[in-house]
């Protein structure tokens, strides 16, 4: 089991960037792809972007490529979602997620797909 921590949230204004942090407990983290997600306001949580175990490989919602990157220190036992070019579109609050299928899948895009959540961080980008 892992536990998740979220951080690096807040307010920014669009065109801004937020670099956000997510912390995990435990020894295992390099066995879990992990990815973000997000919830805006009577929306659906929506996959954002995921990461190997490893880190070579990633994959990004249509919505995010080209402005956000994903990447991991194991070593520090954390995943980082740097957001760029922010517009007020992405104001939600943003999950972390573990997942433990123990090989890459790309299509693990529904919450389902992922085992453990952080509490989340709001990110508010202003017009």
């Known amino acids: 089991q892992v536990q998740l921590v979220e951080s690096g949230g807040g307010l920014v204004q669009a065109g801004g960037s937020l670099r956000l942090s997510c912390a995990a407990s435990?020894?295992?983290?390099?066995?879990?792809?992990m990815g973000w997600f997000r919830q805006a306001p009577e929306k659906e949580r929506e996959f954002v972007s995921r990461?190997?175990?490893?880190?070579?490989?990633?994959s990004y919602a249509d919505s995010v490529k080209g402005r956000f990157t994903i990447s991991r220190d194991n070593s520090k036992n954390t995943v980082y979602l740097q957001m760029n070019s922010l517009e007020p579109e992405d104001t939600a609050v943003y999950y972390c997620?573990?997942?433990?299928?123990?090989?890459?899948?790309?299509?693990?895009?529904?919450?389902?797909?992922?085992?453990?959540w952080g509490q989340g961080t709001q990110v508010t980008v202003s017009s």
């Open positions: 435990g020894r295992t983290f390099s066995m879990y792809d």
């Open positions: 997620a573990a997942d433990r299928t123990p090989y890459w899948r790309a299509t693990a895009v529904v919450a389902e797909d992922y085992d453990y």
């Open positions: 990461i190997s175990r490893s880190g070579d490989r990633t």
